[in-house]
T-cell receptor
Framework: AQTVTQSQPEMSVQEAETVTLSCTYD???????LFWYKQPPSRQMILVIR??????QNATENRFSVNFQKAAKSFSLKISDSQLGDTAMYFC?????????FGPGTRLSVLP | KAGVTQTPRYLIKTRGQQVTLSCSPI?????VSWYQQTPGQGLQFLFE???????NKGNFPGRFSGRQFSNSRSEMNVSTLELGDSALYLC?????????????FGQGTRLTVV
């Protein structure tokens, strides 16, 4: 069974600084997808970034980028120039076939 | 383009009752997945429907059921409610399979069982 681990329950960062959220996963599959979702206090889950496992190039989306290490089964999220609006729960998720497994989440607070 | 709509947003039910939650996916999306979110268990997959067929089911008791209509709208039903069913229920829609596409989430239905 696939599992997703986020070892940092809570993190904080000063506005305009950079923060990295960690995620590791366990799978025996070779082709899969990895996602970072953001859940602000409004509760709506919003896709931040997606990575296909067969692509070696790390995905980027504006201020958000990932460090995907397939051999190490690691998928960290880097947020540059943090903004107050980035305050939210961040969930790492693994997808294969019809399985979609979420990690426990990291609560990120951006401090003014 | 309208997003994923979940109704109702809030619900209070008594133990032993049943409840039906509704999810209208984004137009053109054929896959609808349901998740239960609790502080203790996090986000747990309930089931996924695609073209009116349940394609995958999580590890939940048979009290949890769902269906999808021809217009892709989906309903989730929980019978004989227990206190532990109190949770935020999230619905996500995607064009194809949720895991290789991009899943768009609704704002959820907050269910409280008293």
């Amino acid at each position: 069974a696939q599992t997703v681990t986020q070892s940092q329950p809570e993190m904080s960062v000063q506005e305009a600084e950079t923060v990295t959220l960690s995620c590791t996963y366990d799978t025996s599959e070779n082709n899969y997808y990895l996602f970072w979702y953001k859940q602000p206090p409004s509760r709506q889950m919003i896709l931040v970034i997606r990575q296909e496992a067969y692509k070696q190039q790390n995905a980027t989306e504006n201020r958000f980028s990932v460090n995907f290490q397939k051999a190490a089964k690691s998928f960290s999220l880097k947020i540059s120039d943090s903004q107050l609006g980035d305050t939210a729960m961040y969930f790492c998720a693994f997808g294969y076939g019809q399985n979609f497994v979420f990690g426990p989440g990291t609560r990120l607070s951006v401090l003014p | 383009k309208a997003g994923v709509t979940q109704t109702p947003r809030y619900l209070i039910k008594t133990r032993g009752q049943q409840v039906t939650l509704s999810c209208s996916p984004i137009s053109g999306h054929r896959s609808v997945s349901w998740y239960q979110q609790t502080p203790g268990q996090g986000l747990q997959f309930l089931f996924e429907y695609f073209s009116e067929t349940q394609r995958n089911k999580g590890n939940f008791p048979g009290r949890f059921s769902g269906r999808q209509f021809s217009n892709s709208r989906s309903e989730m039903n929980v019978s004989t409610l227990e206190l532990g069913d109190s949770a935020l229920y999230l619905c996500a829609s995607s064009i194809g399979q949720a895991t290789w596409g991009e899943a768009f989430f609704g704002q959820g239905t907050r269910l409280t069982v008293v």
